[in-house]
């Protein structure tokens, strides 16, 4: 056992081996050794003196090593079982496990968890020493194991409760059988825009978990999406509409416009009458009057008859929409910060499940707070399925509701960029009010990762605007309008691009400027 190697090949050994015959192993190496045997067996195999000195004794004198049924340990060898050692044990751990009352003043353990460190400190303060680890063996013979809280108590139920769900169920398919739609409508919960902590878990590189702010202040974020959707069981489709507004009942009634006149008359043009099953609360509950007051009007508009059918109170889970539709888009875009309505609309838009469904997008623009920006493309039809850009029509309301005062706060911020392209958005938008020329706006992304932040079209002529907010540009940041000139075809011209930014106007390549903020005011 001199070399490096015999000690590999010794490990190796010892590994195939039980605790008797390591032990009887060694003595046997020791021996063989003769003088300082001993010591140099325990300083190569790690096992203690005694342990070596003992199987020396054993192979000297005893006739047989091991019992004839075959034990590695003599019978009644090892600590005893604390069941035996300490009898009370058992009894005092279901004592604690049984109490159901917190605060009971017999209680052991008064207004905390169970956890298993808290049992064994009470114990031992009782005098019986035991470690977490036993404790938890113990419980798991006693058939405890973790569990969460069950939502399973939903309150008493009226003796009509099955008759009234048997109506529903019965009116429901009716509709269908008639070829008549049937959707379920709610409105799901409300969610903070910018970079805050999504409950969930994503696939990160090891060690670098996507970075959220630590509180959820509203100023530290961009505003707050109120969705409402409508689920169609009979085509396995349903409709989100996003809005930054209350959910109120008018803002329910148009979000139903939308889902009639982008989807459900595209599914039933001969429907005459619609059912729509909701919740008995919220902005389509049942004592709502301005709900009762939009429906109305909606029902003169398309000129259909609309039957309304809400849920008895404590059976909103009921609603197919919360499981077939809003459940999915949940997990969709767990652990993932929904930093901008942009990203919501592509978490939506790509959720789908093993039955094929399809969820259709709408963001309402009615209070002309937002604005979408579509992206380019020299083919127009695959322009329309690109998610587009949305900006805020009011910067300056923006800025508000994120809780910015001054420009020096806006620019302090880790996403001062965004403001400062909502800004010159918003100059861009007044001068194209002006313009006679009436030219489109867009933005252009590609897969590779360039990127132009406002594209001017008109008549296949084109302007490339890209914004930085540093004082110092080079070539390299007209990357973007580079990669866009290159992709264009025959008949479409890159008449100029312009990079903004703080610093001095000068060239940055051929047809490629690169100009201070300013000049948006004075030069388009």
């Not at 404790?135 to 969460?148: F, G, H, P, S, V």
């Not at 259909?304 to 909103?316: A, K, M, N």
């Not at 094929?356 to 009615?366: R, S, V, Y």
């Not at 998610?387 to 509701?401: N, Q, V």
Request: proline letters at 5%; a positive charge.
């Amino acid at each position: 056992m001199r070399t490096i190697e015999d000690r590999t090949i010794l490990a190796k050994l010892m590994g195939t081996l039980d605790e008797a015959q390591k032990r009887w192993f060694v003595g046997r190496e020791a021996m063989l050794l003769g003088h300082g045997g001993i010591k140099r067996m325990c300083e190569v195999s790690g096992l203690s003196k005694p342990t070596v000195i003992k199987a020396v004794k054993e192979l000297q004198n005893s006739p047989t090593l091991r019992p004839a049924e075959g034990r590695i340990r003599q019978v009644g060898g090892g600590r005893k079982p604390l069941e035996e050692s300490d009898p009370q044990l058992s009894h005092l751990l279901r004592r604690i496990m049984d109490e159901t009352t917190a605060g009971d003043p017999m209680s052991l353990l008064k207004w905390t968890s169970k956890s298993t460190y808290q049992i064994r400190d009470e114990l031992q303060r009782r005098g019986h020493p035991v470690s977490e680890d036993t404790i938890q063996r113990r419980l798991k013979e006693m058939d405890y194991t973790l569990q969460a809280n069950v939502k399973t108590k939903e309150g008493s139920a009226p003796p009509e409760r099955d008759q009234q769900f048997r109506y529903l169920n019965k009116l429901a398919q009716e509709y269908v059988d008639r070829g008549e739609p049937v959707i379920s409508v709610d409105a799901k919960k409300r969610e903070r825009i910018g970079a805050f902590k999504n409950a969930g878990r994503k696939w990160h590189p090891q060690g670098q978990p996507g970075e959220v702010n630590v509180y959820d202040f509203p100023h530290l974020g961009v505003g707050t999406a109120t969705l409402y959707g409508a689920f169609d069981e009979q085509t396995n489709q349903g409709m989100v509409n996003v809005g930054m507004l209350h959910d109120t009942a008018e803002y329910a009634v148009e979000s139903l416009r939308q889902w009639w006149q982008k989807v459900g008359r595209r599914h039933y043009p001969q429907a005459r009458r619609l059912l729509i099953c909701a919740d008995g609360g919220g902005s389509n509950g049942s004592r709502i009057r301005a709900w009762e007051y939009f429906l109305q009007r909606l029902s003169n508009e398309w000129n259909l008859e609309i039957t309304v059918c809400h849920y008895p109170p404590g059976t909103s889970k009921w609603n197919k929409i919360e499981h077939r539709m809003f459940s999915f888009i949940s997990l969709n875009w767990r652990g993932e910060p929904l930093v901008s309505f942009e990203t919501i609309i592509q978490l939506i838009s790509a959720t789908t499940t093993r039955t094929g469904l399809k969820i259709n997008l709408n963001l309402l623009e009615t209070g002309c707070l937002i604005t979408r920006i579509r992206p380019f493309a020299t083919n127009p039809n695959v322009a329309l399925v690109k998610t587009p850009k949305l900006l805020w029509t009011d910067c300056g309301l923006a800025a508000s509701l994120a809780g910015i005062k001054t420009p020096a706060e806006a620019t302090a911020r880790p996403d001062a960029g965004f403001w400062l392209e909502q800004t010159l958005f918003q100059t861009l938008q007044t001068w194209r009010a002006l313009d006679p020329l009436q030219r489109r706006l867009h933005f252009w992304r590609d897969r590779p990762g360039h990127e132009v932040d406002f594209i001017l079209e008109q008549s296949g002529k084109l302007v490339g605007l890209e914004i930085k907010s540093g004082s110092v540009v080079t070539s390299s940041d007209a990357g973007g309008i580079r990669a866009f000139r290159d992709s264009l075809k025959k008949n479409q011209t890159l008449v100029r691009g312009v990079v903004l930014h703080a610093g001095q106007a000068r060239p940055l390549d051929m047809d490629i400027l690169a100009l201070p903020w300013g000049w948006m005011v004075t030069g388009v």
